[in-house]
């Protein structure tokens, strides 16, 4: 299953100081949750979607509601709460693990239907949001080539770039 959490952060002056709890203290804490097999994180390059997007691959529903999982702080993120807007959660099956984006991959990801990605020739991946806030229900993700995409048109699509390699359990 795919855990995913997308944000928007409010304050210019101390996001580069969230992006640090977060990318090197919260993510290596929630992939030692039992449960949780990968994380990542990425970063909009297009304005018209949250500007932050995490990709954790877990075992299960049951592992969102765990203690190991709440002390490890999951579902919070501190100090930095009141900063965060436009905050999703979301479970989604149909892929049992997130794919690993390198440094020179986009993350494209479609709320409309695959059929704009198969254009791009790229095989989507389905995602079916299952629990916590199942907005949107449906989903489609691909990986494009860095060096492909100045020759696309990539409008109607979320566009992330990856902010760290993909954490492991």
């Not at 290596?28 to 297009?46: E, M």
């Not at 932050?52 to 691959?57: E, F, K, Q, R």
């Not at 791009?120 to 991946?125: C, S």
Request: charged share 20%.
């Amino acid at each position: 299953m795919i855990y995913t959490v997308e944000c928007n952060y409010t304050d210019p002056s101390s996001e580069a100081e969230w992006n640090d709890f977060y990318s090197f203290e919260k993510l290596p804490a929630l992939i030692s949750v039992v449960g949780f097999s990968s994380s990542q994180r990425f970063k909009a390059l297009s304005g018209n979607c949250p500007a932050y997007l995490a990709l954790h691959s877990v075992e299960a529903p049951v592992v969102l509601q765990s203690d190991e999982y709440r002390q490890k702080g999951g579902g919070n993120f501190s100090r930095w709460q009141s900063h965060i807007t436009d905050w999703r959660r979301n479970l989604y099956g149909g892929q049992d693990r997130a794919f690993a984006l390198g440094s020179d991959e986009f993350l494209l990801v479609s709320e409309q239907g695959p059929d704009v990605l198969i254009e791009l020739g790229l095989t989507p991946v389905a995602l079916h949001a299952v629990a916590l806030d199942k907005t949107p229900k449906q989903r489609w993700l691909a990986k494009l080539d860095c060096v492909q995409a100045g020759a696309r048109d990539l409008q109607g699509l979320y566009v992330y770039r990856a902010m760290a390699e993909q954490l492991q359990s």
